[in-house]
């Protein structure tokens, strides 16, 4: 089992910049990938941003620019910095982590982020 706990959410300015961190326990080496989706209301839950064990990163066409995810592993921590927030950033921010071996996938309670215009 891995649990996911995040935090940093919450209401900024269009304009402005918040960090998001995630933090695993339990079963941690089974980690491979870890990332952040978001889903608003009505829509799908999309990938934001990914890093791998390695590092390589990936980022939504949206979010190219503005978004940057980093991971520590020592403190089996991802975090997403968001710069430059838009309105349409508005969603519940959940973090994910892809495990190996064809473990379950599995999710952090999610962090409402709102961006007033």
């Known amino acids: 089992q891995v649990q996911l706990v995040e935090s940093g959410g919450g209401l900024v300015q269009a304009g402005g910049s918040l960090r998001l961190s995630c933090t695993a326990s339990g079963n941690t080496i089974s980690i491979n990938t870890m990332g952040w989706y978001r889903q608003a209301p009505g829509k799908q839950r999309d990938l934001v941003a990914s890093?791998?064990?390695?590092?390589?990163?990936n980022y939504a066409d949206s979010v190219k620019g503005r978004f940057t995810i980093s991971r520590d592993s020592a403190k089996n921590t991802v975090y997403l910095q968001m710069n430059s927030l838009k309105p349409e950033d508005t969603a519940v921010y959940y973090c994910n982590a892809d495990r190996r071996w064809n473990l379950p996938d599995s999710w952090g309670q999610g962090t409402q982020v709102t961006v007033s215009a």
């Open positions: 890093i791998s064990r390695g590092g390589s990163t």
